[in-house]
């Protein structure tokens, strides 16, 4: 059965106890509103209508930047993927987390856009 993908979200990885200095830069940095969320773990930054969500997450891990990819179907998506040669690292809360064959870590994720349906791309698997 087919299934639809596409990028999703840019996850900025923080590997700090204040999130709200890194909301600072990365707000900064692209001219928009961020708010940290009551948990102080995560930002979803105001980016203009029709780019990809950049959200900015407190982490425990050294930081980096993944990718975050939604689709209507994770476990088709990560099969199509593993076809491609990524790995499955495994499950957390609601998404897959991938490894590409470059070693790049990103995650499958249920859609988060409005627009989803009719700008994803359709894969037949």
């Not at 707000?27 to 773990?41: N, P, T, W």
């Not at 040669?85 to 995650?107: D, L, N, Q, Y």
């Amino acid at each position: 059965m087919p299934h639809k993908s596409r990028l999703g979200c840019i996850v900025v990885d923080c590997q700090t106890s204040d999130l709200h200095s890194a909301v600072a830069f990365w707000s900064g940095l692209f001219g928009c509103a961020g708010k940290v969320d009551d948990d102080g773990k995560y930002a979803v930054l105001k980016m203009p209508d029709g780019e990809a969500k950049v959200l900015i997450q407190a982490v425990d891990h050294p930081a980096r930047v993944h990718l975050d990819i939604e689709t209507d179907d994770k476990e088709a998506e990560a099969a199509r993927l593993e076809g491609l040669g990524a790995k499955r690292i495994g499950p957390v809360k609601s998404w897959i987390v991938m490894e590409a064959p470059t070693g790049h870590r990103f995650c499958l994720v249920n859609p988060q856009r409005a627009d989803f349906d009719e700008r994803a791309t359709t894969f037949s698997h």
